[in-house]
């Protein structure tokens, strides 16, 4: 079964007082690339988040967020503290005295005249040991992982649900180009042949030697080896999606076989119903290789 790249994820965790939200995007990318945000205590633990994401999304451009937050009412260990600068405060407040000693101002100092100086408080992150962190944040990190691929694999099955239904269309219009093909050669033949006789109607060349010239020519004009390796690559797309992972770039590439041979056929065949065919065949395998981006 396909999956895709493009999914969400989302779980929690409560350590020490403090509650972890993690949220994992996934979208389409060529290669695996991860960007983690989290805060710069937690650091440490970066290098097997990357691993775990990796190890289960395999493939996409993924952005993980960590945010920690404070769950308890009463003072207790959260994710930051506040930090009073004392030094700075008592310059301020002696710099206050100066200037009402000097204009001899009687008004007194308030707190919200403190809260309104800058850098008198400054939060600070608690740093998180590993043993807090540990098991249980990339456990969750794993649980949330797990969310986004069985998101992955319910838009990989709508996305195989609809290419399912272009390759259907392909191989209706491969039957209709083989049906037009089935006296293509022969007619090709016989045009062939009255133009040879035509221009060869005053040179004394054998009839027979016309007839092998002609077939050889008529020979470049048979597309049956093209219809046959172009049901080769549909049977492999097909097998192909019905893989669980790590097909998308392969499917890319069978994509651009059977771009190939209807190519190929397009050339060869001057039938207008056949080249028809191959036209209406090119923009529905466009359609089907924008689809295929978006497989893991």
Do not use: W
């Amino acid at each position: 079964m396909l999956e895709s790249m493009t999914a969400y994820g989302f779980s929690e965790v409560d350590i020490n007082n403090t509650r972890f939200t993690i949220e994992i995007k996934s979208v389409n990318h060529r290669f695996f690339e991860a960007r983690i945000k989290m805060p710069y205590s937690m650091a440490k633990i970066d290098p097997a988040i990357r691993k775990i994401l990796k190890d289960k999304l395999i493939r996409g451009s993924v952005d993980c967020y960590i945010r920690p937050a404070k769950i308890c009412q009463e003072e207790c260990s959260g994710t930051e503290a506040v930090i009073v600068d004392y030094n700075l405060l008592s310059q301020y407040i002696k710099a206050i005295d100066d200037v009402k000693l000097k204009f001899k101002l009687q008004d007194a100092v308030k707190i919200s005249d403190i809260l309104r100086i800058p850098n008198i408080f400054v939060t600070e992150e608690r740093n998180f040991s590993d043993e807090e962190l540990g098991k249980k944040l990339l456990s969750a990190i794993e649980k949330c992982s797990d969310s986004v691929i069985e998101m992955q694999k319910k838009e990989g099955s709508a996305l195989k649900t609809v290419i399912d239904k272009n390759l259907l269309t392909i191989e209706d219009y491969i039957s209709k180009i083989i049906d037009g093909s089935k006296d293509l050669l022969e007619h090709t033949l016989d045009k062939i042949k009255e133009k040879l006789v035509k221009l060869l109607s005053n040179t004394e060349i054998s009839e027979d030697r016309i007839l092998t010239e002609a077939g050889i020519l008529a020979e470049r004009f048979d597309i049956s080896e093209e219809i046959d390796r172009l049901k080769s690559h549909i049977k492999q797309f097909r097998d192909e999606t019905n893989k669980s992972t790590d097909v998308g770039r392969k499917l890319d590439f069978i994509v651009q076989e059977i771009n190939r041979e209807i190519n190929t056929i397009a050339s060869k065949a001057e039938e207008k119903d056949i080249v028809y065919c191959c036209v209406e065949s090119k923009a529905v395998i466009e359609k089907i290789r924008e689809q295929i981006q978006n497989v893991k």
